[in-house]
């Protein structure tokens, strides 16, 4: 039986969260692997006044949620309790989900490759000099990587990919970037989900943006014209352009026929005269007009063929 002690720490715990439930109407929840102390608390200053944060024992966090939807009757959080799996954390908030989510992926700190770890990108070490000296090449071997020896020190020929991503960093990569004082990772909370008014949705749909939203309205009601035009059905969004086609049709009776009214006018009396709406042609120079004749061009004379001279030979003599 836990001791009095502990009990007055679960009540105060879960007052506390039941009290976040009742104030705030969104939530992100978060992956806190990696996370230090440190940067726990630089995480809640930076999201202070207006959101929380609350990491717990998700046994602990799914029990007071559902005695807080049984006593209440709200199942807004009810959606909750599928989502809290692993190292994970909720970040209760009434702010804009775009600015909070910023504040969350913004507080990252840089961390080495350990041993084991499993690596959330790819690694690569890049073709230069390294400043180490001959004596660690056996590093670079065993990875497979080219180097010489220039000026006392080891460069590396070319790019080579020392950890694959979702894969664990083998003992000779830590090793190695270690030495090269690289630190590759960049750790803090990844959110995992978004909860607003007990909707739960995947990160990626913050990136939607009000012209994303209008195209793909744009969309729709396109797609609803053409089905409404094939079915011979009117709907709001092909009633316009069927206005149009029959605005269409009066113009084509209205030029096959004597009737006419204001706006086939103009058509009507193009179709008559066309020659009457050309624009006149600019004006040549004087210089290059006589009374409405054109002065005739002028021939070269051709040129006189020169006598050959007398040479004084003849070619058969």
Not at 64 to 74: K, L
Not at 191 to 220: C, E, H, R
Request: glycine share 8%; charged share 25%; net charge negative.
């Amino acid at each position: 039986m836990p001791s009095a002690s502990r009990l007055v720490k679960k009540e105060k715990y879960v007052s506390k969260l039941e009290s976040y439930m009742k104030t705030y109407s969104r939530c992100f929840v978060v992956h806190a692997d990696n996370v230090g102390s440190n940067q726990f608390m630089n995480i809640r200053a930076s999201l202070r006044p207006g959101s929380a944060v609350l990491m717990g024992k998700n046994t602990m966090i799914k029990r007071a949620i559902r005695a807080y939807c049984d006593s209440t009757g709200d199942s807004t959080w009810e959606p909750l309790l599928e989502v809290l799996v692993g190292n994970v954390g909720i970040v209760f908030t009434n702010g804009e989900l775009q600015d909070i989510r910023e504040k969350i992926e913004g507080n990252k700190v840089p961390a080495p490759a350990r041993v084991g770890a499993i690596a959330p990108c790819d690694v690569y070490v890049y073709a230069g000099g390294t400043g180490m000296g001959p004596e660690s090449t056996n590093f670079f071997q065993v990875l497979n990587i080219a180097t010489k020896i220039n000026k006392g020190t080891v460069e590396i020929l070319s790019d080579h990919k020392v950890v694959t991503k979702d894969e664990k960093v083998s003992s000779s990569a830590a090793v190695l970037l270690a030495k090269l004082k690289v630190t590759p990772f960049e750790y803090g909370l990844v959110i995992k989900y978004v909860m607003d008014n007990g909707a739960i949705f995947v990160p990626d749909v913050l990136d939607i943006t009000d012209d994303d939203l209008l195209k793909g309205f744009a969309s729709g009601v396109r797609q609803v014209a053409s089905l409404s035009f094939g079915a011979n059905y009117p709907t709001v969004a092909s009633i316009p352009h069927s206005f149009v086609n029959a605005y269409k049709a009066v113009l084509g009776i209205a030029v096959a026929t004597d009737y006419s009214f204001k706006q086939v006018e103009q058509l009507k009396a193009y179709i008559a005269d066309p020659s009457a709406f050309t624009v006149a042609g600019p004006v040549g120079d004087q210089s290059s007009q006589n009374d409405g004749k054109t002065k005739p061009v002028s021939q070269p004379e051709p040129e006189e063929e020169e006598e050959e001279e007398d040479m004084g030979f003849d070619l058969f003599d």
